[in-house]
């Protein structure tokens, strides 16, 4: 079975079309096939239209967020709930062309975990395409790896690697950096843009003021997520010895007769000592913590719900 997941924001101008179209191919292609629709707490009529779309179509299953969350808890839901050997993600603002389906399922099926659109001509305002090149290059350039657009919503995801996946904050942006390092294989194909025709983008020059603090998030993920007191323990371990060796100097010093309760070196090594002390801990509060979230289960749980076409 293949399982498209969609997450929805305030699409009710292009949803329905979207939906023909994506149908139209998914009954070209005569797959069992299941739309998964994650509406991320729209205000408008997407969730009306959708559920209206369900009542003719039986492939259809709805997720409703009673409030906006974001793509990445919307995908995180979808891959959930998905029930097919091969997910595929994509947008519903018909900028992505849901024909182009079978070339993501071809590549998919010669065993590569995650297929990537690749929009070779994007058709967005030129500041974003000058900052989406910016920022797409930096991450090739601090990981190593090599994708031309990471953050095409049009992807192939085997189900390991769907299941896997814990999206959160604007992680999303870096699915196919995550695959890389968690062992899954990657690869990436030239994709059609289309302008957009419904709505407006969901995305501003704002974004790269998020896109930045993201960026530093996920080197630290990458580097430290599994092993949090490497980098705490070794920042407070290090101040925290510094602290000792100047606390111990004015001892010394102390012992010998000189006064130094006016010395500025006094404040300065108590400050290291008990911050190098503190930071030491909330690495070690950190390795708690993510050796009791392991044993979590039923993630999508913590979502507010306000519908669910599965009751």
Request: with cysteine; glycine share 8%.
């Amino acid at each position: 079975m293949i399982s498209i997941v969609v997450p929805v924001f305030n699409e009710e101008e292009g949803v329905e079309a979207f939906y023909i179209e994506l149908k139209t191919v998914l009954s070209d292609l005569k797959e069992d096939s299941e739309v998964v629709f994650v509406d991320d707490g729209s205000v408008d009529k997407s969730l009306e239209i959708l559920k209206d779309l369900s009542k003719e179509d039986k492939s259809i299953r709805i997720f409703s967020f009673r409030r906006n969350l974001g793509k990445s808890e919307a995908l995180t839901l979808g891959f959930a709930k998905a029930r097919g050997e091969i997910v595929i993600t994509m947008d519903a603002d018909l900028q992505d062309k849901p024909s182009e389906i079978s070339g993501f399922l071809k590549e998919s099926r010669k065993g590569v975990d995650l297929v990537c659109g690749w929009r070779k001509e994007r058709k967005d305002k030129k500041k974003m395409l000058v900052i989406s090149k910016i920022f797409n290059k930096l991450l090739n350039y601090i990981f190593g790896i090599d994708v031309h657009d990471y953050n095409c919503g049009f992807k192939a995801y085997s189900k390991d690697l769907a299941k896997s996946l814990r999206l959160y904050g604007g992680l999303h942006r870096f699915i196919p950096l995550l695959a890389v390092q968690s062992g899954f294989s990657v690869t990436e194909i030239p994709v059609v843009h289309e302008v957009r025709k419904f709505g407006k983008s969901k995305y501003g020059f704002s974004k790269v003021f998020k896109d930045i603090p993201d960026m530093f998030t996920m080197i630290f993920l990458s580097k430290f997520g599994k092993k949090p007191m490497h980098f705490f323990g070794f920042i407070g371990g290090g101040a925290a010895f510094i602290g000792l060796v100047i606390l111990s100097y004015l001892i010394v010093l102390w012992f010998s007769g000189e006064t130094i309760g006016d010395r500025p070196l006094l404040l300065f090594g108590i400050l290291l000592f008990i911050a190098g002390l503190q930071i030491f801990f909330t690495g070690f509060i950190a390795d708690l913590v993510i050796n009791i979230s392991q044993n979590r289960s039923d993630y999508e749980k913590s979502f507010p719900l306000k519908f669910s076409s599965e009751g």
